[in-house]
């Protein structure tokens, strides 16, 4: 019966722990071979508890990003002190991390199919379907799911929407943190974009200093704070916000505005 247990997506975890385990061994190296990755904030990791906990992180390639993630969760919570040192810490990973992705993303492919076993809660774009604009109702299930995510352990989720830097924040990240008042954790990542492709499954270039800075939770007043100051308090947070650009063009601003007054409740 233990070997059939599965997660309450139905996902057997004796099947997902082996996927961990060799995703990890061969992309070990991509974070700490062909490329150095710095960490900062381990220590906050330890400290969590096992459900209830929200990553929110800004983007920069589809699948990089999250898989060095799992390492450093898994890396922290072995003992490690912001490194990534010896795989041996995916021999027992952490089974119950979850991450948000694009459902038409993660059944893009073989890999991607494999790769949303392993922890992807997907969700359909209510603003962008197959490279055009779309305008569709949120799907109650997705937000459902997530839910049943953070019950359950903890989630990942880039609320960008995007890799492209500076983007807005979508609202709907913030109407979950009301309705379900998640420990949220901000995540800050560098080096990534410059790396890997933008799917983050080649490598681009070698000897680039990636960086994954772990921040203590934000403070949040679930109840009276509105969702306007939980997306600033984020913008903030992951250092998205336009006041960390230098200089802002006009259309930058202009499209940031307009992004910010369409992106009620998506995902």
């Not at 609320?159 to 924040?169: H, L, R, S, V």
Request: aromatic content about 10%; charged content about 30%.
């Amino acid at each position: 019966m233990g070997l059939f247990k599965t997660n309450p997506f139905g996902h057997i975890l004796f099947l997902k722990r082996w996927l961990i385990r060799i995703a990890g061994v061969l992309s070990h190296r991509r974070y700490r071979g062909f490329n150095e990755m710095e960490i900062e904030g381990s220590d906050v990791i330890r400290k969590l508890p096992d459900t209830g906990v929200l990553f929110v992180s800004n983007h920069q390639t589809y699948f990089a990003d999250v898989v060095s993630m799992f390492h450093v969760f898994n890396a922290a919570l072995k003992g490690r002190d912001d490194s990534i040192k010896n795989v041996g810490y995916l021999w027992k990973p952490k089974l119950n991390v979850y991450y948000v992705a694009a459902k038409e993303t993660m059944q893009s492919g073989l890999l991607p199919k494999i790769m949303a076993y392993a922890g992807a809660i997907t969700v359909e774009r209510t603003w962008r379907a197959k490279g055009q604009e779309v305008n569709r109702a949120v799907n109650p299930d997705d937000t459902k799911n997530i839910g049943i995510a953070l019950d359950d352990g903890w989630v990942i989720t880039f609320p960008q929407g995007t890799t492209k830097p500076f983007k807005p924040i979508r609202k709907g990240t913030a109407h979950i943190i009301k309705q379900y008042k998640p420990i949220v954790v901000p995540i800050v990542i560098d080096g990534f974009r410059r790396s890997f492709d933008k799917k983050g499954l080649r490598i681009k270039k070698r000897n680039i200093l990636q960086s994954m800075v772990i921040k203590d939770p934000l403070e949040i007043d679930y109840e009276n704070e509105t969702v306007e100051e939980i997306v600033k308090k984020i913008e903030f947070a992951i250092e998205q916000h336009p006041s960390f650009l230098k200089v802002i063009p006009v259309e930058e601003i202009e499209a940031h505005e307009k992004l910010n007054e369409r992106r009620t409740w998506e995902y």
